[in-house]
């Protein structure tokens, strides 16, 4: 899989390190599956002058615009969802255009795969996803600004007689030693009728004013802060209507028929139209959709339906950790021969259920058809240009018909990244029930997502270490039984030789120096439906992994972060962040009296990333996270406290998911509904947390989902020795309150 998947990607110059590459591996949608499996999807793109720009503005590429008044509006390739992909993009343009960052502004671009495409996905689509935003963003967005710079400069020379080089521009005022001086406004529209240089000198990081600028505050804060910013939840168009949906409450059940004469006479209501993925309720607003649907009844049809409980479908993953697996995603030396000569051998099993993504805003989408034929859709496109040929397709209409509006959005995790376009192309299909003559908002609910949504996969891992006489791990076996989330979709060329990357991430490519080691993979057939989740594969193999190794450093009567250290190149990325932590974390001086630590270390997504947990017990079985200290290498840091926040963010993320939350189902219905039942980590049991970055002058990598996987393991590994009891079944709270 790594030698045709590198041969894909055109990554930047200077990422040589392999481990700075496996990320790629299991990024959301890894390259070369993307490229094999989108072409089932493709859309004729759409030219870069659809990309609509602000009014009055002036177009320099299809990365940046300026207008009269000199305001710079970045056009992004990357979706926002608050990991501040808009607030890094928007500093790699100003840095090189030496803006005013006051007068920054990005909006969500779309239309153009050749400009936008994700350079990690293989440029074949735009999508954004596997902490990809800078690494896709890095050079072009910076080449960009420097572009636009040159541009401007060569403007001003031209109208001054004057010559180029003797102009300097700082904070968007370009100025000449003779007096004369202009703002960026001042020479847009001249500017940007110049052809736009190819060969650009970009800035040497000594010249650097706002990459890796820790002071430099997010452009768009304060209109988050106070209620400003737009979300698509927030659209509003002359007589617009509201749907919602009523999903199958078994997965894989589908409408045999319904009555909807009771909720035609609801006051407000203004249809009731049956989609690909259940009926529809169109209101004048939400109230009347809502009241509407509690008045309609369904009979369904079941017979394809998934109808196993939790019960029965971890049964079955166990009965299967007990055999041989179907699949091996890595085999090095002769770990069975091991095993039969080691000192010591260990054997634990670990299960993870189904997680839902639980956004903040529930999934939503806009469909307008206009009278001169094209489709507009206002929502959250993460697969910008798979939805737009998903919404063509339900429409009806050719794909460079649609337009769309990419919304900010109030957190995804995944979620809004689907194969089959999900509540947009439901809205598209609403639309068109009703002759499109309205534009509709589908707004799901919150039990909506929790019920009819899309999950992390529940897994099982049986894990087996031997140890020789002298406390080295020889032999190490992992068998991993899940669902493969790509397999019977458009993604599944990712799947080679039964391995679904997405499935082993984070425990075939462990940077341990183990000589004999088996990863194999058992990939399940439930009817759940099953989503990337942050930090896909490594959510599960990084616990099971890093958990189960402090047992064997245990076993080897040696200290866990030792134990690592011997097993790592000592100047690698991992040795380098590992030691970094116990640094920090003060790792060798004794606690307090009921202070217990624990340590993980994770690569993901080209990132590494280690954290020292301290947790107390009250002396009840229950534990308390204290503290945390990370240390983190993501190559150089664009927007240092940007980085902070993500790992802030992931730390907190990730606790959530190992404390409390799961989905479960019974006779195939999952059982939660809302946060009442689903319980992601409250504010007062989130830590102190202590980020340390490592100064890189490498390119960017991942850093929106790194901070999460090694949280999990570090707090397992301090609940251990706060408790002495070994946590293997998540979330926590089934062992802590059995």
Not at 43 to 67: R, V
Not at 377 to 385: A, K, L, R
Not at 639 to 666: H, K, M, S
Request: include cysteine.
């Amino acid at each position: 899989m790594i030698p045709k998947l590198m041969q894909s990607i055109a990554l930047p110059a200077g990422r040589v390190e392999a481990s700075r590459r496996q990320f790629l591996i299991g990024a959301f949608a890894a390259g070369t599956g993307i490229a094999v499996g989108f072409h089932l999807l493709r859309a004729t793109p759409a030219t870069a002058g659809e990309t609509p720009s602000a009014e009055g503005a002036h177009s320099f590429s299809p990365y940046l615009t300026i207008d009269g008044d000199g305001k710079v509006t970045v056009l992004s390739s990357q979706f926002e969802m608050g990991q501040g992909s808009y607030n890094g993009i928007a500093t790699l343009v100003a840095e090189e255009l030496d803006a005013d960052w006051s007068t920054i502004d990005v909006r969500g671009a779309s239309g153009d795969v050749k400009a936008y495409g994700n350079v990690a996905f293989g440029g074949t689509m735009q999508g954004t996803g596997g902490s990809t935003s800078m690494v896709t963003s890095w050079e072009r967005y910076r080449k960009a600004g420097a572009a636009a710079r040159a541009m401007l400069i060569a403007a001003a020379a031209s109208e001054w007689g004057v010559e180029a080089a003797e102009i300097t521009v700082e904070k968007g005022v370009l100025s000449h030693p003779s007096g004369k001086s202009g703002g960026f406004g001042t020479f847009a529209a001249k500017a940007a009728t110049l052809p736009v240089p190819t060969d650009v000198k970009l800035k040497q990081p000594g010249d650097w004013k706002l990459i890796g600028n820790s002071e430099l505050k997010r452009f768009d804060s304060a209109r988050k802060a106070n209620g400003t910013e737009q979300y698509t939840i927030d659209v509003k168009l002359p007589g617009l209507l509201t749907a919602v949906m009523i999903h199958p409450p078994l997965f894989g059940a589908k409408a045999k028929s319904f009555d909807t004469s009771a909720a035609r006479a609801v006051k407000g209501v203004v249809d009731v139209v049956e989609t690909p993925r259940g009926v529809a309720v169109v209101g004048e607003n939400m109230w009347a959709a809502i009241k509407g649907r509690e008045a309609v009844t369904v009979a369904w049809d079941e017979t394809a339906a998934e109808k196993r409980g939790t019960q029965q479908i971890m049964s079955a993953y166990r009965d299967l950790a007990k055999k041989g697996p179907v699949a091996l995603a890595r085999e090095d030396g002769d770990a069975e021969a091991e095993f039969a000569k080691a000192a010591k051998v260990l054997e634990a099993n670990f299960e993870f259920p189904y997680l839902a993504h639980a956004a903040m805003e529930p999934l939503n989408a806009v469909a307008r058809m206009n009278e001169d034929g094209t489709l507009e859709i206002w929502g959250g496109h993460q697969f910008t240009d798979v939805y737009q040929k998903l919404a063509g397709d339900a429409a009806g209409i050719a794909p460079e018909k649609v337009r769309l509006h990419v919304m900010k959005t109030g957190g995804s995790f995944g979620r809004r990244a689907v194969f089959d376009g999900d509540v947009i192309v439901e809205a598209v299909h609403v639309a068109k029930a009703i002759g499109f003559r309205a534009p509709v908002k589908m707004q799901w609910t919150r039990e909506d997502d929790m019920r009819a949504g899309r999950y992390r996969p529940a897994y099982v891992h049986s894990l087996k270490a031997g140890i020789d006489d002298s406390g080295k791990l020889v032999a190490w076996n992992n068998h991993i039984i899940g669902q493969s989330i790509v397999a019977k979709t458009a993604f599944e060329g990712m799947v080679k030789n039964g391995v679904d990357p997405t499935s082993v991430e984070g425990a075939s490519n462990l940077p341990y120096v183990i000589p004999n080691q088996t990863v194999g993979l058992t990939s399940t057939e439930v009817g759940v439906p099953v989503l990337w989740w942050r930090s896909v594969g490594s959510t599960h193999t990084a616990f099971a992994a890093e958990t189960f190794l402090d047992e064997v450093a245990e076993a080897a009567g040696r200290d866990p972060v030792e134990f690592r250290l011997s097993m790592l190149e000592p100047d690698s990325r991992h040795a380098t962040v590992l030691k970094l932590a116990a640094e920090k974390a003060e790792w060798e001086k004794p606690l307090p009296q009921g202070r217990f630590r624990g340590v993980a270390l994770a690569e993901s997504f080209g990132s590494v990333v280690a954290q020292i947990a301290e947790v107390s017990t009250d002396g009840n079985g229950q534990i308390k996270v204290e503290r945390v200290v990370a240390a983190v290498d993501c190559g150089l840091a664009v927007n240092p406290d940007q980085v902070r926040a993500q790992v802030e963010g992931g730390i907190g993320f990730g606790l959530g998911a190992i404390l409390g939350e799961e989905v479960t189902l019974t006779d195939g219905q999952v059982d939660q509904g809302n946060f009442d039942m689903y319980t992601p980590l409250r504010i007062d049991a989130m830590p102190k947390v202590e980020v340390h970055i490592v100064a890189s002058a490498n390119p960017p990598s991942g850093i929106g989902e790194p901070g999460v996987p090694p949280i999990g393991p570090a707090v397992a590994n301090a609940a251990y020795k706060a408790l002495g009891k070994r946590l293997r079944v998540m979330p926590f709270s089934k062992s802590l309150n059995a």
